[in-house]
């Protein structure tokens, strides 16, 4: 286990801003970061002068092989006028904007950098669906698990398998996951499909009638869930509403010391706990249903901040498929092994429920564009924290929340706790 | 008996061409015992680098599976796709370690009577000819 150790010195989110997710043929990843870049000045209640900003860290996959451009971090910080500064970017696949999350936070801890801003940007719909797929395997075990016929969507099915074999779980649970996380996105304006699934299912119906074609006769959208037309099957015995979707975004937040965070705004975030542990490839655990590197992760975050998984008001977790939500709840100890799938058919994790997860919609219904989605978790608390949700703004006051930002299959995951104090 | 060879270095190039030569062979820890599939030239548990070649029984069980539709490009060219899908599972080797493999001999038009637990059996699928053949580790139910 990775030694805990307290931040030598507090460490401030000032302001948080994302572009909208979606597919945007006319936009690359520079020109999201803008947006998002712009979003996140917005937020800041005092402005800054942005001469002020000493490094930044950008999350990004796979600009490579997804833009066919590397070396990524300087042009962004170029487009938004920062240069000189030291720009770096981070990867570790799909959990790229946590990780540079973390390495914001370590800059300001260690008294190297006193305001960091910290990006995620990924341009990802320029590719076809196929080859999305093969890029994003490039992040498993290449010479051990791409031979055996592997892709994302079915690495996750075959944890969704055995989790089923061990819990008695059916395939028809985890569309609870996505109907709670469509209905979040539903009312976030910057999420990829901010609909509800019904809504979806009644689109279809009416695109089949302007067509002049047989309307589908679905009679609810668990009806619709269930129908191959509907629902298709990508991965046994995952389905196309279990999977995230292939997008376009950023995202951008400040990162200050705390002792100068109220030159900025009357009411900084702070992050009282910063994790991160790598795990094996899925084949190299000792169990398929849980994931190793997610729990040490959580258990070096919680004891960093010293508060618990019941203390814990909302959360952002990486629903890259549903049974990932499912897995994360119990990884982080919101429920006990095995609760998971149980907890989200009984709508504890809806935002009236006990443990509100993903109220921005998730990677699943916001959107994941992989390299910014860990940082757009942060957006999403910074939003709840200071009570400007809108219409998903969970009840009462949100004092403690954590985002959970998985790379593959959980060869490396971030945990970050963030406290509100006034 | 298990065989044990002489030593070629434990890296991926290495344990395909074990495959090609329809071996599945596992690397061993001469000081903890500790057994590894895919190799490892250091032992994670006691950081030995003290390694040997073992060839694995081939038995072993379904720990988790997918039945894939849409597959990679490979997959793709060795005619898989929607109407003719393939499972990739992870298997549990009666040595008590993991892998994954392809899985073969099920039926895949009724998934959900796929059982985790299935006892398999290795087996070597090659595609390809001449320098261009590949051999593919799997397990068969």
Redesign the interface.
Known sequence: MPKVKPLPRGVAMVGAGMSKFGAFAEKNSRDLFVESYKAMTKSVDKGFDPSRIDAMYVGNFSSDQFEHQAHIAPILADAIGLLPIPATRVEDACASGGVALRQGVMAIASGMADVVLVGGAEKMTALNTAAVTEALATAADVPFEIPAGFTFPGFYAAMASAYMAQYGMKSEHLMNVAIKNHDNAALNPNAQFGVTIQTWMEGRVAAALKKGKPAPTWSSIWDFLHDESGNPIIAYPLRLFDCSPVSDGAAAILLVAEEIAHQFTDHPIHIIGSAQASGSALHDRPSLTSIPAAKTAAANAYEMAGVTAKDIRIAEVHDCFTIAEVIASEDLGFFAPGEGFKAAEDGMTARNGAKPINTSGGLKAKGHPVGASGVAQAVEVWKQMQGQAEARQVDGDVSLALTHNVGATGSTCTVHVFERRN | MAEVTTIRPFT?AA??QYLAEHKLMTVKCTKCDSV?A?PRAICPKCHSEEMEWVEASGKGKL???????????F?VEQG?DKKN??V????ELEEG??????ITGLDMSK??E????TPLKVDFVEFGEGDAKKT??AFKA
Do not use: W
Request: no cysteine; net charge positive; proline share 11%.
């Open positions: 991926a344990f395909n590894y895919p720990a988790g599976f997918t039945v894939i539709y849409s597959g990679p490009t997959m898989f899908p393939y990739s599972g992870i298997v370690t993991f892998i994954s493999a392809r998934p959900a796929i059982k985790v637990g593919y580790l």
